[in-house]
């Protein structure tokens, strides 16, 4: 039952959604979006902690490899204008790798007071040198669209994406070996957070679930 009412949500929203107890609802929304060559399956734990804790949870899906980082930001600003269009107090971002330079893309077309805040986990907010290096392997670039826009390179397409205008956090894997704890600094951050962590997971541990809950609640991590 829960699958279908997935399906029938995805149709709507552009993503699955996950509806909190009655009893617990905020009448608050979070989106969350997943990073490269990942899914939305990669974000079912932090869905499910913010599910109990009286969010309704949105989870955007998309083929990270097929389309540049710009095509990716506009289809998730129908799903995000869809999302706004319901009666929520307000409607808050959790994204994870590339997921968060959607989302700021996205962020700086739309204008909404019930815009809340913005987590990024692990983002490539400098670019990333590990994305340099495999762009520069033979038909990589032709395979992984976004690569080439995820270069830390001064003149890459990831320096020139605007700054949330909405406050927003940062968490980093202190053993991230794909985003640096260096390259996911950006200016206007309102908190960032090291945590002893690898990249592709990091979104699941405890005390990073635990951050989000409190940035989304106080804008801030401890």
Known sequence: MKSILNIACRNRYGCAYMAPDKKLDRKEAVILIHGLIRSSSSMASPAIFLRKKGYS?????????????????????????????????KVHLVTHSMGGIIARIALAKTADRRLGRL??????????????????????????????????ADDSFIRKVPTPKIEFGIIAGAMDAKVSVAESHLKGEKAHLVVNSFHTFLMNRRVVKEAVLKFLEDGVFR
Not at 120 to 147: E, H, Y
């Open 119 to 152: 987590v990024m986990i692990a983002p490539p907010s400098q670019g990333s040198a590990k994305a340099s290096s495999i762009s520069r392997i033979w038909g990589m670039k032709k395979i992984i669209k976004p690569l080439e826009e995820l270069r830390n």
């Open 57 to 89: 949870v949105f989870v955007y899906d998309y083929y990270s490899t097929r389309h540049p980082i710009s095509r990716h930001a506009e289809d998730f600003s129908k799903a995000l204008a869809r999302i706004l269009d319901c009666d929520f107090k």
